[in-house]
């Protein structure tokens, strides 16, 4: 399958809430991407790659809303505990979650429980991830310069405070998907000072 099939089908299970299932989609992407960006090296080694070169930007992201096809996609805000300094200690819990959702394993639940926490955690056993992270990766997927070919029916758009952009305009594009968010969090910050407004004017 192409990195573009992997992110559609990872979009309509996020907004299914299939997480386990959308994170064995997102898991393939990432290696067919690394698998561009690094042709000849070895899985392991291009994915946790793939995942040093774009931890400032996943991070960035779970820190600011973050978007799914559909509106009715919960958001949260990360209270982000990870120190930069443990960037090795966040790949290795990443990486090793992403290689059983590569292999596809029956199990990953045992090993992975995906939830509406603000950080990356570990209780009894399993890894915890926040759904923002989930979102984040699949935003590294879609703005890795490798990428920049891919394309999928152009009805496909991402949502940032109800601001559509077409997920095809974001392909190999960092700079334009930052700037969707932003665009995203100012019109929030509208919205909430007109009722400030609005409120005051009531009195």
Not at 151 to 171: G, I, K, M, T
Request: proline fraction near 2%; charge should be neutral; aromatic fraction near 8%.
């Amino acid at each position: 399958m192409a990195v573009s099939d992997h992110v559609k089908s990872c979009v309509e299970l996020l907004n299914q809430q299939q997480f386990d299932n959308a994170f064995v989609q997102l898991s393939q992407a990432i290696d067919v991407t690394a698998k561009k960006s690094c042709s000849g090296k070895k899985s392991a080694w291009r994915c946790r790659a793939f995942l040093k070169t774009h931890l400032p930007f996943a991070l960035w992201c779970m820190q600011n809303t973050v978007a799914s096809e559909q509106l009715s996609m919960v958001t949260y805000f990360s209270e982000q505990e990870i120190k930069l300094p443990e960037a090795e200690k966040w790949q290795d819990a990443v990486y090793s979650a992403l290689r059983s959702g590569m292999r596809g394993e029956k199990n990953l639940k045992e090993k992975l429980d995906i939830c509406s926490d603000t950080k990356i955690s570990e209780r009894n056993g399993k890894i915890r991830f926040p759904v923002t992270l989930l979102e984040a990766l699949l935003f590294a997927v879609v703005i890795d310069p490798a990428n920049n070919k891919e394309r999928v029916e152009d009805h496909y758009r991402f949502y940032f405070s109800r601001q559509p952009v077409r997920l095809n305009a974001l392909w190999g594009d960092k700079d334009a998907l930052i700037a969707a968010v932003r665009n995203g969090c100012i019109a929030d910050l509208e919205q909430q000072l007109k009722r400030v407004v609005d409120d005051l004017a009531v009195c």
